[in-house]
Nanobody, 122 residues
Framework: QVQLVESGGGLVQAGGSLRLSCAAS????????MGWFRQAPGKEREFVAR????????YYADSVKGRFTISRDNAKNTVYLQMNSLKPEDTAVYYC???????????????WGKGTQVTVSS
């Protein structure tokens, strides 16, 4: 069992930056692939970025590529999402999730946090 708690969301102007953190409980954190997803009002939850168990492999949605960076620190049981050059369309609730293998599919993630709100003003 893994429990995930996101933090770091907030209100930022367009062009600004935020760093999201996701703290995980449990001794097996390093065995999981980790992902970030987001859900805007009235829209489905969508994939943002994922990182493999070691942190050596990452993958991004086209909409955030070059602006967002996912990373993890297995010693701290934490995964991060550095978000730069934020746009109003990045406004959403951001969720971290854990999966048994690398995936961009929402349904293949087993554990989810409750999310943190990111609002980007124009």
């Amino acid at each position: 069992q893994v429990q995930l708690v996101e933090s770091g969301g907030g209100l930022v102007q367009a062009g600004g930056s935020l760093r999201l953190s996701c703290a995980a409980s449990g001794r097996t954190f390093s065995s999981y692939a980790m992902g970030w997803f987001r859900q805007a009002p009235g829209k489905e939850r969508e994939f943002v970025a994922r990182v493999n168990w070691s942190g050596g492999g990452t993958y991004y949605a086209d909409s955030v590529k070059g602006r967002f960076t996912i990373s993890r620190d297995n010693a701290k049981n934490t995964v991060y999402l550095q978000m730069n050059s934020l746009k109003p369309e990045d406004t959403a609730v951001y969720y971290c999730a854990a999966a048994n293998f690398d995936s961009i599919k929402r349904g293949e993630y087993t554990y989810w946090g409750k999310g943190t709100q990111v609002t980007v003003s124009s």
